[in-house]
């Protein structure tokens, strides 16, 4: 077995020092080293984008990737973006829409949202849509998700639906 | 009929209110079996047989036991020194066989992915890697795959102590039905093949066992959608007192009827922790989930539907085998999908002459049993894939011919052919508010305009009936431990906040927050002022779990039945505080209220208080009863049977097979409805997934066994991009059968989906003279259906 390898990273704004097996994913350095159980594996190849977190600015498979290739970088799970507001406006308005139901697509899906918030709107629905494609989800039949990244991703009440179909 | 109880079926109920549980999964701190924390804990894999049938001649496990990190490594024969093994056989569909299932395989395993060698270890990641140096020697069997071959005498049999490779068959065959067909001006056939599925919820299995060696108790961490029942299986096959196991549910992320049975690997784990006294979790990954999670459907059923000239239904004949791997599952038994659909098929219509035969088999693939929609998305798929191939026939457009031949919405209470006695359904108006709700005409005229241009759009209909809330008519009789009732406590606290305990389960349909709104109702409280416990046999009421779409109907009616109760206590302890006569008194936003003046006398929290801290305040022979326990169960029926009708519109494209749901519409009769926002939801869940088992799913296993698609990568799930948006409407007809009226919904999506897709794909076909009827309808299907391709089927 290769010889464990030294990292340093910040993970929702804590630094980390660790020294970790060269295979560790980083969704097993959260949940088993750090006990941040809030990114998921549904998976673990790399379909199902329960275990989605974000990595200097990008969201990633957290199942597909080492930690060893994160040395150095910014991490956060959902735990952080919660804690610090950043998505508060997401979280409203997937609950006031009951868009999750077992919710454990939840996290991951609430990340890749605010990456299509984060690139600004008006977006339509079928985009949105297309964007939260990589990421399963078994309960809801979509339809509650859209509508909350609907509300908040168009929030001036302007979506991009060509067809007049503004909420 | 008796109206719902409108002293208690009143605001919030009906009110499209999110789940005050919900919070938490929006900041990842949702607490999953994977996710508890547990001291000294030991992880297990299981090395699972390659093969779908073959003797074991020899396990190594030298290696494996010496390696890094090991705890211990168990074979089948020395799991199965600590348990009895279990068939799952019921009494109430006679002539049922099924071999004794042990945890792990012991001499012989029957279909790959089955358990075989238990590797624990301090960490998964030595526990994997351990496993793969565990030497199992197979000498491989002819494995048995098809299931049209596996009652032929030249084939091999699965489990040969059983004498033959059949299961279960039931047959429905009055006399009449041959001189009905014969009468008939159109007979109509086809055959149906509804592909092998899983519904693969995104959380996989996993459990955690703690067995305290000095208490001799077992506490099991589970994603389980049946506490109570589990319980009794682990404490009866492990030989412990049910009392000595407490079966915990964490949040369970996704369940669809998966998380209902009884699993070796599950069992194996509570042994492990027995044996090394130490704590053990079994976290299933997606790989072995696909090859050890029930599977379902795998039918292949032949049709046969004969008209009058007017087009009206004369008979219908169905023919339905279906194949359910080695074993029966414990403790349903894998006949319950061959019932439903020897009795559903064609149900939402005057069917004057009726029979039917269902043949289950043993093969030597994974076992199959009951999934979200059991046998009745095949029931709907069958019945209104024939119906609208009758009307083609006849020339009569599809709305119509539902039109004649529907079970009118006046003829209630009526049995049907197969003997179904339903209660009051509202088909008509069903089918009515559907074709306004989609424009049913608009559509033919814009399909007919598009087809000009060469453009294939199709218009599905599918009529559909759901069983839900079973009655104890269909495990309990048949000597399954399973609850057809639910319990439910509620308790007024010092603060005068409610607490619901309650006997079904959570994973994520959201039956917390619907007993929270109905115990609102029947109290009179805030339902954010109910806090509503479950999933936890030490501390809540026994109950059946949720499953079958009973949560809402019979837990809802505990809930309301003791809310009722808990409100009447409640005013006679206030009236003695005020010296007024409880009925001069209400209970309105958690308030003790004045019924004539609407003014508040006293909040409940000061009654609370009264109640816990100073007794004294009450007369001397006051037994203030502030938890009250009710239960429900339905009897009168086997069900509380729903109909509904469900629309879809699709285009297909001719030249690469594919097909793109552009919309579907479902209007649904749940009776009365709880929270229309969370039964939107729950109905639009099933219809994706129905729309994924329809175009997408089906478990490919090849000549010798071997599933050839069992990754997430291989095995098609709907995502957001493929889907559309769905409108659902209601309308409802309360049961009588409870006060509080209301059937139940979970299934209802999944049900009537694959008939309306079915029927909408060959709508947009047929002017081109084809037809699918091999569910998935893939685009491979649909080209070859066209003549584009050679078919491979």
């Known amino acids: 077995m290769p010889e464990p390898i030294a990292v340093s990273l910040t993970v929702n704004g804590r630094r980390i020092e660790a020294t970790i097996p060269a295979r560790l994913t980083i969704v097993d350095f959260l949940r088993d080293h750090l006990g941040l159980t809030g990114t998921h594996v549904g998976c673990a190849h790399g379909v199902c984008g329960a275990c989605t977190v974000r990595a200097d600015g990008a969201i990633i498979r957290g199942c597909l990737t080492l930690t060893a290739q994160l040395d150095g970088a910014d991490i956060q799970t959902i735990e952080g973006v919660a804690d610090s507001?950043?998505?508060?406006?997401?979280?409203?308005?997937?609950?006031?829409?009951?868009?999750?139901?077992?919710?454990?697509?939840?996290?991951?899906?609430?990340?890749?949202?605010?990456?299509?918030?984060?690139?600004?709107?008006?977006?339509?629905?079928?985009?949105?849509?297309?964007?939260?494609?990589?990421?399963?989800?078994?309960?809801?039949?979509?339809?509650?998700?859209?509508?909350?990244?609907?509300?908040?991703?168009?929030?001036?009440?302007?979506?991009?639906?060509?067809?007049?179909?503004?909420? | 009929m008796t109206p719902p109880d409108s002293a208690s079926v009143r605001a919030p109920i009906g009110e499209r209110l999110p789940r005050p549980q919900s919070r938490r999964f929006l900041h990842g701190r949702g607490r999953y079996v994977d996710d508890v924390a547990v001291a000294g804990v030991a992880h297990v894999v299981y090395v699972r047989s390659p093969f779908a049938a073959a003797d074991i001649t020899g396990i190594d496990v030298a290696a494996a036991k010496a390696a890094p990190g090991v705890v211990a490594v168990v074979t089948g024969s020395e799991i199965a020194e600590w348990h009895d093994p279990w068939v799952a056989t019921i009494t109430n569909l006679p002539g049922q066989k099924s071999p004794p299932q042990h945890a792990l395989a012991i001499d012989r395993v029957r279909f790959q992915g089955e358990p075989v060698v238990a590797v624990v270890a301090e960490s998964r990641a030595e526990a994997e890697d351990a496993a793969e140096l565990v030497e199992v020697d197979y000498a491989p069997l002819e494995a048995v795959v098809d299931m049209e071959t596996a009652l032929d005498p030249a084939t091999r049999v699965v489990s040969p102590e059983m004498g033959d490779n059949l299961f279960w068959r039931m047959d429905i065959d009055p006399p009449g039905v041959e001189e009905a067909f014969a009468r008939s001006a159109t007979v109509v056939e086809e055959t149906f093949h509804i592909g092998r599925q899983t519904l693969a919820p995104l959380e996989p299995r996993g459990i955690v066992a703690e067995f305290d060696p000095a208490e001799q108790r077992l506490t099991l961490t589970f994603a389980t959608q049946v506490p109570h029942i589990m319980r009794y299986v682990f404490a009866k096959h492990l030989r412990l007192d049910e009392h000595?196991?407490?079966?915990?549910?964490?949040?369970?992320?996704?369940?669809?009827?998966?998380?209902?049975?009884?699993?070796?690997?599950?069992?194996?784990?509570?042994?492990?922790?027995?044996?090394?006294?130490?704590?053990?979790?079994?976290?299933?990954?997606?790989?072995?989930?696909?090859?050890?999670?029930?599977?379902?459907?795998?039918?292949?059923?032949?049709?046969?539907?004969g008209l009058d000239a007017e087009g009206r239904i004369t008979a219908l004949e169905i023919d339905d085998l279906t194949a359910i791997g080695p074993y029966s599952v414990y403790p349903r038994?894998?006949?319950?999908?061959?019932?439903?659909?020897?009795?559903?098929?064609?149900?939402?219509?005057?069917i004057p002459a009726f029979k039917a035969a269902g043949k289950v088999v043993f093969t030597n693939k994974n076992v199959m049993c009951q999934l979200r929609g059991v046998g009745m998305p095949i029931a709907c798929s069958v019945g209104e894939g024939i119906i609208d191939k009758a009307a083609r026939a006849a020339g009569i457009d599809p709305l119509d011919f539902r039109r004649r031949n529907l079970i009118p919405d006046?003829?209630?209470?009526?049995?049907?052919?197969?003997?179904?006695?339903?209660?009051?359904?509202?088909?008509?108006?069903?089918?009515?508010?559907?074709?306004?709700?989609?424009?049913?005409?608009?559509?033919?005229?814009?399909?007919?305009?598009?087809?000009?241009?060469?453009?294939?759009?199709?218009?599905?209909?599918?009529?559909?009936?759901?069983?839900?809330?079973?009655?104890?008519?269909?495990?309990?009789?048949?000597?399954?431990?399973?609850?057809?009732?639910?319990?439910?406590?509620?308790?007024?606290?010092?603060?005068?906040?409610?607490?619901?305990?309650?006997?079904?389960?959570?994973?994520?349909?959201?039956?917390?927050?619907?007993?929270?709104?109905?115990?609102?109702?029947?109290?009179?409280?805030?339902?954010?002022?109910?806090?509503?416990?479950?999933?936890?046999?030490?501390?809540?009421?026994?109950?059946?779990?949720?499953?079958?779409?009973?949560?809402?109907?019979?837990?809802?009616?505990?809930?309301?039945?003791?809310?009722?109760?808990?409100?009447?206590?409640?005013?006679?302890?206030?009236?003695?505080?005020?010296?007024?006569?409880?009925?001069?008194?209400?209970?309105?936003?958690?308030?003790?209220?004045?019924?004539?003046?609407?003014?508040?006398?006293?909040?409940?929290?000061?009654?609370?208080?009264?109640?816990?801290?100073?007794?004294?305040?009450?007369?001397?022979?006051?037994?203030?009863?502030?938890?009250?326990?009710?239960?429900?169960?339905?009897?009168?029926?086997?069900?509380?049977?729903?109909?509904?009708?469900m629309g879809c519109h699709v285009e297909v494209d001719p030249e690469t097979g594919f097909v793109t749901v552009l919309k579907v519409w479902c209007v649904e009769d749940c009776g009365t409805v709880v929270n229309p926002m969370l039964l939107d939801d729950q109905i639009r869940g099933g219809i994706v997934q129905g729309i994924g088992n329809t175009l997408y799913e089906e478990l490919v296993y090849d000549a010798e066994g071997q599933l050839q698609n069992g990754s997430f990568i291989d095995y098609l799930l709907p995502m957001a991009g493929e889907m559309p948006d769905i409108e659902v409407a209601h309308i409802e007809t309360p049961t009588a059968e409870s006060g509080l009226g209301a059937k139940g919904a979970g299934e209802a999506g999944i049900i009537g989906a694959p008939g309306a897709v079915l029927n909408a794909i060959n709508d947009a076909l047929a002017p081109l003279g084809a037809s699918v009827s091999?569910?998935?309808?893939?685009?491979?299907?649909?080209?070859?259906?066209?003549?584009?391709?050679?078919?491979?089927?």
Not at chain 1, 116 to 136: D, F, M, T, W, Y
Not at chain 2, 269 to 298: G, N, Q
Not at chain 2, 448 to 467: N, T
């Open chain 2, 244 to 305: 000595r196991v407490r079966v915990v549910c964490p949040d369970v992320g996704g369940a669809f009827g998966l998380k209902i049975h009884t699993y070796g690997d599950e069992v194996a784990t509570a042994i492990l922790s027995m044996m090394l006294k130490r704590p053990v979790k079994f976290i299933a990954d997606r790989l072995e989930s696909f090859v050890s999670d029930v599977h379902c459907r795998d039918h292949r059923v032949k049709a046969r539907l």
């Open chain 2, 410 to 645: 006046d003829a209630y209470p009526y049995t049907t052919a197969s003997g179904m006695p339903f209660e009051s359904l509202s088909q008509q108006a069903a089918l009515e508010k559907l074709a306004a709700l989609m424009d049913y005409d608009g559509l033919r005229r814009e399909q007919a305009a598009l087809r000009e241009r060469g453009i294939y759009r199709g218009i599905g209909l599918a009529c559909f009936v759901e069983g839900t809330a079973p009655s104890p008519a269909i495990y309990g009789e048949g000597g399954a431990p399973i609850s057809a009732q639910d319990t439910c406590t509620v308790r007024l606290e010092p603060s005068g906040a409610l607490t619901c305990l309650v006997g079904v389960s959570e994973q994520g349909q959201g039956a917390e927050a619907v007993i929270a709104q109905v115990t609102a109702a029947a109290v009179g409280v805030a339902h954010t002022d109910i806090r509503v416990l479950m999933g936890d046999t030490d501390a809540t009421p026994y109950g059946g779990g949720t499953w079958a779409s009973r949560a809402t109907a019979i837990a809802g009616e505990a809930a309301r039945k003791a809310g009722v109760r808990l409100r009447a206590n409640i005013l006679g302890l206030a009236g003695q505080l005020l010296q007024a006569h409880g009925k001069t008194l209400d209970i309105r936003d958690g308030a003790i209220v004045d019924v004539a003046s609407g003014e508040a006398r006293m909040t409940l929290r000061e009654l609370g208080h009264a109640i816990h801290f100073r007794t004294t305040e009450f007369a001397p022979d006051t037994h203030p009863e502030i938890a009250v326990t009710e239960q429900f169960s339905v009897r009168s029926r086997m069900f509380l049977y729903t109909n509904g009708a």
């Open chain 1, 85 to 167: 507001g950043e998505i508060a406006d997401l979280q409203e308005a997937f609950y006031a829409r009951n868009a999750m139901q077992c919710g454990f697509c939840t996290p991951g899906m609430l990340l890749t949202a605010a990456s299509l918030k984060a690139r600004g709107g008006p977006v339509s629905r079928q985009e949105i849509r297309e964007h939260i494609s990589g990421n399963l989800c078994r309960c809801t039949g979509y339809q509650a998700i859209v509508d909350a990244i609907d509300t908040v991703v168009n929030a001036d009440g302007v979506s991009a639906d060509k067809d007049g179909d503004t909420r």
């Open chain 2, 774 to 793: 091999r569910q998935p309808y893939t685009p491979e299907r649909i080209l070859a259906a066209l003549g584009k391709v050679p078919s491979r089927d």
């Open chain 2, 333 to 350: 038994s894998s006949g319950i999908e061959a019932l439903l659909v020897c009795t559903f098929t064609g149900s939402p219509y005057h």
